[in-house]
C-alpha cells in the first residue's frame, strides 16, 4: 500500500538530469558566535503552523525521499541525523550525500526512535508523517520542543502549482539560512520549464491516465497535486483533473469512460513497471481504451512526481515521452 494512499492525500529509471544546483556543499555561515545568523529571526506559517526560527535547525530528520532530497540539494546534508522512507533510486547526483545519512527506518520511525535522535527540526512529505495514530503529530513534537515542516503539496488549499514548487525551496531556503541557494535554484528551474515549453509550442494537448496503483480501483493523480501541473506543461490533459486531492481512487469504469491516449505509470516500491503495464493490458474491461489498445505508456519515478526539486525537470522528461515528435 503506497504511503500517499495511506495519508489519503497522498525499476529502471528514466535519463536523469542533472540537479541545477551543486548539491553536498557545506552550509552558508550562521554569522559569528554569539551574533544572529544573517535573516534570523525568520518567521513561516506552513500548513497552519506559525513558527519562528532564531537560527538554523541543526539536526534534522527527514520523513520521506523527496523533502530529503530538497534539503541534499540545498547543500543541508550536514543538518540531516537521519532520514526515512525511500519511494525509489536516489538520482545519481545525490547518492553520495544520501548514503552519508543514517537511515532510521525503512518507512517512518516511530516516536520513541525519532525522539532519541534528538532532533530540533522533523521535516515531512506527507501528512502520514505526522500521523496522530503514532503519537506523532506536528503538536506532539512540538510539546517534545521539536519544530515541524510539512511539504506544501500536503496542505493546498487551491491545488498545487509549480509556484508551489518554488515557495518550498525558498521557504527551506530561508528556515537554513541558505537563501541565495534556494534563489539559485529557482532561477534555473525557471529557465529548465522555459526552454521545455518552447519545445511543445503548437502540440496538442493528449489525454492521460495517471496508474499509481490500485487493483479492485485506479489509485491515481488528482488535480489538487503537483503531478497534475506536470502533466499539463508537458502537454498532456489528465483525465482525472477534477478529483479534488493531490492522489486518490477511481473506478475502472471511469478511466473506461474517459478515453485516455497515453497512461503514465508511477514507477516505485515492490511492484515493477512491467507488472503494472501487464496488469493493464491484461485486464479486459480496459481493452477498448486508446491507450491500452495503442500500448501508449509513459513512466515516471514517484519522486519526479511529488512536490520537490525534480519536479522542473520532470516535466521535460514527460513530454519528451508524450510528444516525442516534439524532439524530432
Given at each position: 500500500?503506497?504511503?500517499?494512499?495511506?495519508?489519503?492525500?497522498?525499476?529502471?529509471?528514466?535519463?536523469?538530469?542533472?540537479?541545477?544546483?551543486?548539491?553536498?556543499?557545506?552550509?552558508?555561515p550562521?554569522?559569528?558566535?554569539?551574533?544572529?545568523?544573517?535573516?534570523?529571526?525568520?518567521?513561516?506559517?506552513?500548513?497552519?503552523?506559525?513558527?519562528?526560527?532564531?537560527?538554523?535547525?541543526k539536526?534534522?530528520?527527514?520523513?520521506?525521499?523527496?523533502?530529503?532530497?530538497?534539503?541534499?540539494?540545498?547543500?543541508?546534508?550536514k543538518?540531516?541525523?537521519?532520514?526515512?522512507?525511500?519511494?525509489?533510486?536516489?538520482?545519481?547526483?545525490?547518492?553520495?550525500?544520501?548514503?552519508?545519512?543514517?537511515?532510521?527506518?525503512?518507512?517512518?520511525?516511530?516516536?520513541e526512535?525519532l525522539?532519541?535522535l534528538?532532533?530540533?527540526?522533523?521535516?515531512?512529505g506527507?501528512?502520514?508523517?505526522?500521523?496522530?495514530?503514532?503519537?506523532?503529530?506536528?503538536?506532539?513534537?512540538?510539546?517534545?520542543?521539536?519544530?515541524?515542516?510539512?511539504?506544501?503539496?500536503?496542505?493546498?488549499?487551491?491545488?498545487?502549482?509549480?509556484?508551489?514548487?518554488?515557495?518550498?525551496i525558498n521557504?527551506?531556503?530561508?528556515?537554513?539560512?541558505?537563501?541565495?541557494?534556494?534563489?539559485?535554484?529557482?532561477t534555473?528551474?525557471?529557465?529548465?520549464?522555459?526552454?521545455?515549453?518552447a519545445?511543445?509550442?503548437?502540440?496538442?494537448?493528449?489525454?492521460?491516465?495517471?496508474?499509481?496503483?490500485?487493483?479492485?480501483?485506479?489509485?491515481?493523480?488528482?488535480?489538487?497535486?503537483?503531478?497534475?501541473?506536470?502533466?499539463?506543461?508537458?502537454?498532456?490533459r489528465?483525465?482525472?483533473?477534477?478529483?479534488?486531492?493531490?492522489?486518490?481512487?477511481?473506478?475502472?469504469?471511469?478511466?473506461?469512460?474517459?478515453?485516455?491516449?497515453t497512461?503514465?505509470?508511477?514507477d516505485?516500491?515492490?511492484?515493477?513497471?512491467?507488472?503494472?503495464?501487464?496488469?493493464?493490458?491484461?485486464?479486459?474491461?480496459?481493452?477498448?481504451?486508446?491507450?491500452?489498445?495503442?500500448?501508449?505508456?509513459?513512466v515516471?519515478?514517484?519522486?519526479?512526481?511529488?512536490?520537490?526539486?525534480?519536479?522542473?525537470?520532470?516535466?521535460?522528461?514527460?513530454?519528451?515521452?508524450?510528444?516525442?515528435?516534439?524532439?524530432?
Amino acid at each position: 500500500m503506497s504511503l500517499r494512499r495511506h495519508a489519503l492525500i497522498p525499476a529502471a529509471l528514466l535519463p536523469l538530469l542533472l540537479p541545477l544546483a551543486a548539491c553536498g556543499s557545506t552550509p552558508e555561515p550562521a554569522g559569528r558566535t554569539g551574533a544572529p545568523a544573517a535573516g534570523f529571526p525568520y518567521t513561516v506559517t506552513n500548513c497552519g503552523v506559525k513558527t519562528t526560527f532564531e537560527a538554523p535547525p541543526k539536526r534534522v530528520v527527514t520523513m520521506n525521499q523527496h523533502v530529503t532530497e530538497i534539503m541534499i540539494e540545498l547543500g543541508l546534508t550536514k543538518s540531516l541525523v537521519g532520514t526515512a522512507w525511500l519511494d525509489d533510486a536516489v538520482l545519481p547526483a545525490y547518492r553520495k550525500a544520501y548514503d552519508s545519512v543514517p537511515v532510521v527506518a525503512e518507512e517512518y520511525p516511530s516516536k520513541e526512535k525519532l525522539l532519541s535522535l534528538n532532533p530540533d527540526f522533523v521535516y515531512g512529505g506527507y501528512t502520514s508523517a505526522f500521523a496522530a495514530k503514532d503519537g506523532r503529530t506536528r503538536d506532539d513534537l512540538a510539546d517534545a520542543g521539536i519544530d515541524t515542516r510539512l511539504n506544501l503539496e500536503s496542505c493546498p488549499e487551491d491545488g498545487t502549482s509549480m509556484d508551489d514548487v518554488f515557495r518550498e525551496i525558498n521557504e527551506v531556503g530561508r528556515t537554513f539560512g541558505v537563501a541565495g541557494r534556494a534563489a539559485k535554484w529557482t532561477t534555473g528551474a525557471r529557465a529548465t520549464l522555459a526552454t521545455t515549453a518552447a519545445g511543445l509550442k503548437g502540440v496538442k494537448p493528449v489525454s492521460v491516465f495517471v496508474y499509481d496503483s490500485g487493483d479492485k480501483t485506479a489509485f491515481t493523480a488528482g488535480g489538487a497535486g503537483i503531478g497534475n501541473e506536470l502533466i499539463e506543461r508537458a502537454g498532456g490533459r489528465n483525465v482525472f483533473a477534477d478529483l479534488d486531492k493531490p492522489f486518490g481512487d477511481a473506478t475502472w469504469e471511469q478511466v473506461v469512460a474517459r478515453k485516455p491516449e497515453t497512461i503514465v505509470i508511477y514507477d516505485y516500491g515492490s511492484t515493477t513497471v512491467a507488472q503494472k503495464k501487464k496488469r493493464l493490458l491484461e485486464d479486459p474491461v480496459l481493452k477498448d481504451v486508446p491507450a491500452i489498445r495503442n500500448k501508449r505508456f509513459a513512466v515516471l519515478p514517484l519522486s519526479d512526481a511529488v512536490l520537490g526539486v525534480r519536479a522542473p525537470a520532470a516535466v521535460g522528461r514527460l513530454a519528451s515521452q508524450l510528444h516525442p515528435e516534439a524532439g524530432e
